[in-house]
């Protein structure tokens, strides 16, 4: 592997780059792997990294039906953070915070994760009840958060208008969350996990598994079977149909989710800022651009479309919290396919079949998560036991009534 | 001297009405007609930007809403707007505009320095550097933010506003060039409900920087004429300065209207600045013609090179000639008109011809109009100087193209119009879900197969008809057929005007030009994409990392990531990728259009729903009684509800004590119209009360109430409120002010779908009526006053509902409690609270009767620990969790949510559980949210055992009061425990039953 | 953007109606009878096709009735709208999106 810095850079400069080597191999699928991924998305290849970094095991194959993250790691609004309310949330959320703070040196490769702080507004007295209740666990998780006052919001955010529709009464502040580059994760796992020897499989698609005394045994592609000891499937927006062709079926639904980007125009937003009331979701990126999270549709659809509405939704409060952007335009708008639990928390761990594990059902939080998930994964596929950080994810959540509610304990008075 | 490029008679402009107008400081005058671009030309002013990446000078490229350089900053102040295309600008007079992206001007910017080290910074360069160290990230960003970002974001209120309405039609004709003019013709002559939209001034499209003649007439008469027959139709509606920029499912588009952009800020005449048109349609027919496609060749960036088409409308429809020396590089006949025309408007012109043996008709054309024509050869690097190009050096190819050989010559031109071809706009084909298909012939995508969500048609230049008389004819057949096909019989195409046709020659696909050092290792730069500064280089460099995909491609080199959205960049991109990689162009791929077409104001998105209309706000009819007396008040949902009544001076603790106080030693009196309330009548109604709530509904009569929990499916509580009987098979219900809508949603979803054939009827009646609340010991006395009839408890009992006036008013009375002392909730017309409420507080003054708002009440229920539905409990709570098994009947059966109790998880010991906290000193009023911890550590991590759900001061216990959701709560009354808080600090608090007030 | 065919109103837009998942889930008649699995399926597990899936929308900004929308989730074509009570209705037997040239 070329290793990447501003020397490798200048060398390659003296020559018009033409020696960069490819950032990750094209192999032809052998005919077995210890271990398969399905999915070549953020989360996959970062479990294939971990697979051979942390757990020795390098006789990994991920398969992509796509291209390398064009699923929703292409697609989010590229917000990192670890907020959350509750201990098993905040232990796989924090876990993939710490990763992400030293990611680009362990990969060597920019993803360009700038903690900038993030700043999550509230407008009621139940929002004040909410970031009050949240704030102190998180704190108590060992993780930073402050409250801030509506004055210290208007010092960062200086065109905020506080006074809007449902007034700013306070905020919550994670100075370590802050943004990423989201295409730069999946390049960056993708180049250091091939470099470990793991065979990186684009354009294949899984067409079914071979299941044998209940235990998996390979996977049917586009490409040939190829067998497997163990398959881990992590594929945003297709994990239903996975499942299906396994034989079982999840808690989860498959809605749009979308996004959109205004034209760029020089610094003026510095943190990032959400509201879950006036419902606005903003950053700028190092573009320039406006980046600006959507809601979800709440119809079943694969189609990665949304509808219009959904962005009148989206442009009217950020509009109303930030007016002088009513002169902005929005230059491009795009949909996802999220999977949605019931409770917003992801699936991670075992199924009902052997040696088969799924990844999946991380709603509209993945991004955030991908280096935890990842490595998390990669250890409780390794071990064939659940990592403890996982082990609250499991399927069986949703029959004993174990959920990690994190949208209800959010959400109630909306 | 002024307009030097203006020629001295044509165009469309308005001679008669010259205009002043500012750019980057210097004053020049166009006329009325002009856009910016066409303006500046006219002065001589090439020059006018930036690029976003090198910081290399750019110049305008194009006419249109494909311009990827002339980005300019518009106007100051309130009014700017960043990144406005100064093709699509139209002038007015005292217009002002500066050039972006550039410090400290536009011809000597300090940030060009980046393109000093551009070898530096290929694709991608950012990824492989800024890592060390580790903490240095952030200071590097900053500097990357500052250099990005091209215009300024507005800093103040947009003064302007903006307007959105729907509007359906049988026919959506997008264009209005000859293709769309003529199908809106033969729709709207059928009689069908036709809207043809065009993002120009005025209608026309390509005919109006055309010279033709159809009919017998000039292209503008002809266009006259079909606009006036048109206008005359009362079916068709004529949209100008309106951008289709959305295509949606089922035909749903979005237009974009720029109502009196074009008249200045100052001069809009109270109309909306844009508007936002949703259009429903039966069929659409797309006739949004091509983009004319750029040729890749060294420094085909420099300001004073620009698409052959768009020398063309700055001839033609502007009557400005950009330059006196012109040369013309091209690789298809199309060119050659604009060789023509510039030479007829009295240019020095002079062609270079990639193609080897160029033969059609033009070219003999312009051979015999004495235009130099140097075939077989390309230009190999331009000379610039001054802010704009001064000569190009040219030289001939090789066999393939790929190469050039002999000696560079130097054409001294100051202009150079190229032409790739022409690519299909089929932008919104692809947003409709349409697939493309790629012509081999044409080395163009065109549409396919539509989605069948979206039924019409395409004619003209998007469907690569590139003769005029093909335009005419597809587009009127085009538009006939969308009629035939919105259900009108009888459709006839009209006819097409008679047109000379001039057959063209064939193009050579050639989409790297060389030059005589290898492309991308030599001083010049092939760009591909303008915009984002992309090269071939670029382009190369991800094809051997392996970013071959298209969509790596496009994200890697940023290629159609601007704000034009690679429009005359995208085919380019792929045809490049295809040559390196020996593809086909279709096997490299197209990427996804995604709307909006052109940027789309975030403001023409909101329309009139900001400030005050952003969302509505909620008022009971007693609101501006609360307003008059100085209440604070508090957003519940949507409903303003008083929170607090203060006295001249009193803080909110002060006012929150003494209401308090009021409440329990005299009369309080709170606005409750908020509460949710549900008519319910039939006769299974009462199937549907023991459905949903967990209690047991058959014992209630007539004129008796009842506390109710309800759950979801999940076993958790989501809203709680009391019914009461009006009658046999009659019910009325009350919900949390919050959760109205969702219960009557609930309602609603399990009897239409589960239990479609009970007969049971639900209406919402939370606006019909006003609620007054009376509560505390002289409440009893106060209604007395303004009834004619015993209140006492055997006449009028606990939990039970009467019919009478008070005060002469009809009303509802509940003799039901939230503040666990005797209260009574008057319920009358809406119409009458107000005066009810005014009259009680007349008749209260005796009996020292004290309104209160929204944090008194939760201080009153907290004393005698009655849960809030929503603050108590979040969707993880069961009846059991929060101590009130009493409430779940083990006896009547089933009812939602009772499954969910046996489970493992639900059903275990030690669970959240709801109790009392009392904190070591009285005075020390809990946060809300801080959490209970064990054990008590110097630092987090902590392990918590649950948080303070209420917290308040409370006069009445004296002391401060919270209730809290703590593991295993219920065998912890007794302990004691330790809160640890925000600061750091910690307190002591013991753990009891939650009904602090007996 | 959907066009919704209410069986009562007729064709309106999208934003009139509520989507409320799958359609045809039979609340059990005996919860007491089913194993946590079981309860838990009916509670949460959904078919999530992709393809044809059978759902509930309700009119909610219209006639507030609730009604069965036959949809394929790939293309979001709208294959039948039907009342409550009334049975499946058959699968297609093509793709919507293959069937039409463009013209």
């Given at each position: 592997m070329n290793r990447y810095s501003i020397f490798s850079l200048l060398r390659n400069a003296v020559n018009y780059h033409q020696d960069w080597q490819r950032a990750w191999r094209s192999p032809d699928p052998k005919r077995a792997y210890d271990v398969v991924i399905v999915g070549g998305g953020g989360h996959g290849l970062a479990t294939a990294y971990y697979l051979a970094s942390e757990c020795g095991i390098r006789n990994v194959a991920v398969v992509e039906k796509g291209w390398l993250g064009g699923g929703n790691t292409g697609r989010n609004t590229t917000i990192v953070r670890s907020n959350y309310l509750y201990d098993e949330s905040a232990g796989i959320y924090e876990h993939a915070l710490k990763l992400w703070e030293g990611l680009s040196q362990e990969l060597n490769y920019n993803v360009m994760f700038s903690p900038r702080g993030l700043l999550h507004l509230a407008h009621n007295v139940h929002d004040m009840q909410e970031i009050g209740r949240r704030g102190s666990a998180i704190r108590l998780n060992g993780i930073d958060s402050e409250f801030v006052s509506p004055t210290q919001v208007k010092k960062m955010v200086p065109f905020i208008n506080l006074d809007c529709r449902y007034p700013v009464m306070g905020a919550l502040l994670q100075r370590r969350g802050g943004t990423a580059r989201h295409d730069a994760v999946a390049w960056g796992y993708a180049r250091s996990a091939d470099a470990l020897g793991v065979d990186i499989i684009q354009n294949c698609e899984v067409t079914g598994f071979r299941i044998e005394n209940n235990t998996v045994t390979g996977v049917d592609t586009s490409r040939g079977m190829i067998g497997a000891e163990k398959v881990g499937c992590v594929v945003a927006g297709h994990c239903g149909v996975l499942a299906g062709m396994a034989g079982f079926r999840l808690p989860v639904e498959s809605v749009p989710l979308q996004a959109l980007v205004s034209e760029p125009v020089k610094p003026i937003l510095d943190c990032v800022v959400m509201s879950g009331s006036v419902h606005a979701y903003i950053s700028q990126s190092d573009k320039g651009e406006l980046v600006i999270g959507a809601g979800s549709d709440l119809y079943n659809s694969y189609s990665q479309r949304g509808s219009f509405d959904i962005i009148e939704e989206t442009v009217g409060p950020v509009v109303e919290l930030y007016p002088i952007f009513s002169r902005m335009k929005m230059l491009r708008q795009w949909g996802g396919i999220v999977d949605v639990t019931v409770d917003r928390s992801p699936i991670l761990g075992k199924t009902p079949v052997n040696n088969l594990f799924f990844n999946c059902g991380w709603g509209t939080g993945g991004f955030k998560a991908t280096p935890g998930s990842g490595n998390v994964f990669a250890h409780s596929i390794a071990r064939g036991e659940i990592h403890p950080i996982a082990e609250p994810f499991s399927i069986d959540r949703f029959n004993t009534g174990a959920l990690i509610d994190e949208g209800a304990a959010a959400a109630v008075a909306h | 001297m002024t307009q030097i490029h203006r020629l001295p008679r044509g165009g469309r402009i308005n001679r008669d009405t010259p205009l002043q107008f500012r750019y980057d400081n210097r004053e020049y005058q166009g006329y009325e007609g002009d856009t910016l671009a066409s303006a500046l030309l006219a002065n001589g002013v090439h020059l006018v930007g930036r690029s976003f990446k090198y910081h290399r000078p750019r110049g305008i490229y194009s006419a249109g809403s494909e311009e990827p350089n002339a980005l300019v900053q518009l106007e100051s102040g309130a009014h700017t707007e960043p990144n406005r295309r100064a093709t699509e600008v139209e002038l007015y007079d005292g217009l002002c505009a500066a050039s972006q992206n550039c410090w400290p001007s536009v011809k000597f910017d300090l940030g060009a320095v980046s393109s000093g080290v551009s070898r530096l910074l290929p694709a991608g360069f950012y990824y492989k550097t800024f890592m060390w160290p580790a903490s240095f990230w952030m200071t590097y960003e900053k500097f990357i933010r500052k250099a990005a970002g091209l215009g300024r974001s507005p800093e103040e209120i947009d003064p302007d506003h903006y307007d959105k309405l729907h509007a359906h039609c049988d026919v959506l004709v997008v264009g209005a060039g000859p293709a769309g003019l003529q199908a809106a013709l033969s729709a709207g002559r059928s009689g069908a409900r036709v809207i043809l939209a065009d993002e120009k001034p005025e209608f026309g499209g390509s005919l109006l920087s055309d010279p033709a003649v159809l009919g017998g007439r000039p292209a503008a008469e002809w266009v006259d004429a079909v606009v006036a027959e048109l206008g005359d139709l009362p079916e068709v509606t004529l949209l100008t300065r309106t951008t289709v920029t959305g295509y949606y499912d089922y035909n749903f588009l979005v237009a974009n209207e720029r109502v009196s952009e074009h008249l200045g800020p100052r001069n809009r005449g109270g109309q909306p600045k844009e508007r936002l048109w949703k259009i429903r349609a039966r069929q659409v027919v797309l006739a949004t013609g091509a983009i004319e496609r750029p040729l890749v060749f060294a420094d085909n960036d420099r300001p004073g090179i620009m698409l052959a088409g768009a020398l063309r409308t700055y001839i033609n429809r502007f009557a400005v000639l950009p330059g006196r020396r012109v040369g013309v590089l091209t690789n298809n006949d199309s060119a050659y008109l604009a060789a023509l025309e510039a030479a007829d408007a009295g240019a020095d012109v002079e062609v270079i011809d990639v193609r080897k043996d160029p033969d059609g008709a033009l070219v003999a054309k312009a051979r015999d109009a004495g235009i130099g024509i140097r075939q077989d050869s390309t230009v190999a690097g331009v000379r610039y100087r001054g802010g704009r190009i001064r000569a190009a050096a040219v030289m001939k190819l090789s066999d393939s193209g790929s190469d050039v050989r002999g000696r560079r010559d130097t054409v001294h031109c100051d202009l150079l119009a190229v032409s790739g071809g022409w690519n299909p706009t089929v932008h919104l084909f692809s947003q409709g879900k349409g697939k493309l298909r790629y012509l081999e012939d044409q080395h163009c995508f065109v549409p396919g197969a539509r989605s069948a969500n979206n039924p019409g048609h395409e004619a003209g230049a998007c469907k690569a008809a590139w003769t005029l008389p093909a335009c005419l004819a597809r587009g009127a057949e085009a538009g006939a057929a969308a009629a035939r096909d919105a259900g009108f019989g009888g459709v006839v195409a009209a006819d097409s005007p008679a047109v000379d046709e001039v057959p063209e020659g064939g193009m050579r696909p050639l989409w790297i030009l060389p030059t005589d050092h290898p492309v991308g290792r030599g001083p010049g730069k092939h760009f591909h994409e303008l915009h984002n500064d992309s090269t071939v280089a670029d382009i190369a460099l991800a094809a051997r990392e392996g970013f071959v995909s298209v969509e790596h491609l496009k994200r890697y080199t940023t290629t159609g990531m601007g704000t034009d959205q690679g429009k005359t960049s995208n085919l380019n991109a792929l045809s490049v990728m295809a040559d390196i990689r020996g593809l086909p162009v279709p096997e490299v791929g197209v990427t996804t259009f995604r709307p909006p077409f052109t940027p789309l104001t975030f403001g023409a998105i909101v329309g009139h729903d900001?400030?005050?209309?952003?969302l509505q706000k909620r008022k009971t009819p007693m609101h501006p009684w609360h307003e008059t007396n100085g209440a604070m008040f508090e957003d519940v949902g949507d409903w303003k509800r008083p929170y607090y009544f203060p006295l001249p001076g009193e803080s909110m603790h002060d006012a929150v004590q003494r209401e308090c106080r009021a409440a329990r030693t005299a009369v309080g009196m709170l606005d409750a119209s908020t509460l949710g309330k549900i008519d319910i009548r039939g006769k299974d109604a009462l199937r549907l009360l023991n459905m949903v709530y967990t209690n047991a509904w058959d014992t209630l009569r007539p004129g008796r109430c009842r506390y109710g929990l309800m759950l979801n499916e999940h076993g958790m509580v989501f809203d709680d409120g009391v019914t009461t009987c009006l009658g046999e098979h009659h019910y009325h219900m009350t919900t949390t002010t919050g959760g109205a809508a969702r219960v009557m949603n609930w309602l609603e979803e399990w009897l239409q779908t589960e239990w479609p054939s009970w007969e049971v009827y639900c209406t919402s009646v939370t606006e019909q009526w006003a609620v007054a609340t009376l509560t505390g010991p002289g409440a009893r006395d106060l209604l007395s006053s303004l009834c004619d009839r015993p209140l006492d408890d055997d006449a009028f009992p606990f939990m039970s509902m009467q019919a009478f006036p008070v005060a002469g008013i009809p009303a509802r009375v509940f003799r039901i409690s939230f503040t666990g002392d005797i209260a009574f909730e008057i319920n009358v017309r809406a119409r009458h609270g107000l005066a009810l409420w005014e009259t009680l507080i007349d008749a209260g003054k005796k009996h020292a009767l004290c309104p209160y708002g929204t944090e008194t009440m939760h201080v009153l229920r907290a004393e005698k620990g009655f849960i809030i539905a929503g603050q108590d409990t979040d969707g993880t709570v069961t009846p059991m969790d929060l101590g009130m098994d009493w409430i779940v009947s083990k006896k009547k059966g089933d009812f939602l949510g009772r499954r969910s109790h046996a489970r493992t998880d639900t059903a275990r010991e030690g669970r959240k559980q709801l109790v009392g906290l009392l904190t070591e000193d009285p005075v020390f009023v809990l946060p809300e949210g801080t959490h209970v911890v064990e054990p008590l550590r110097d630092s987090p991590p902590m392990n918590m055992l649950g948080h303070v759900t209420s917290s308040y001061m409370s006069p009445n216990v004296g002391r401060s009061i919270a209730m809290a959701l703590i593991k295993d709560g219920f065998n912890r009354k007794g302990e004691t425990l330790s809160v640890s808080l925000m600061d750091g600090g910690s307190h002591r608090v013991t753990v009891t039953d939650p009904v602090f007030l007996s | 953007m959907l066009l919704i065919d209410c069986p009562w109103c007729g064709p309106r837009d999208q934003t009139e109606f509520h989507p409320h998942g799958e359609a045809h889930i039979v609340r059990p008649g005996d919860p007491d009878s089913l194993s946590q699995e079981e309860w838990g399926d009916y509670v949460f597990f959904r078919t999530n096709p992709k393809g044809i899936h059978y759902e509930r929308w309700v009119h909610a900004h219209g006639c507030r009735r609730w009604f069965n929308v036959m949809r394929d989730t790939v293309t979001d074509h709208i294959h039948a709208t039907y009342k409550p009570g009334e049975p499946k209705p058959a699968l297609p037997s093509t793709r919507p999106d293959d069937e039409k040239p463009g013209s």
């Open positions: - | 900001r400030r005050e209309l952003f | -």
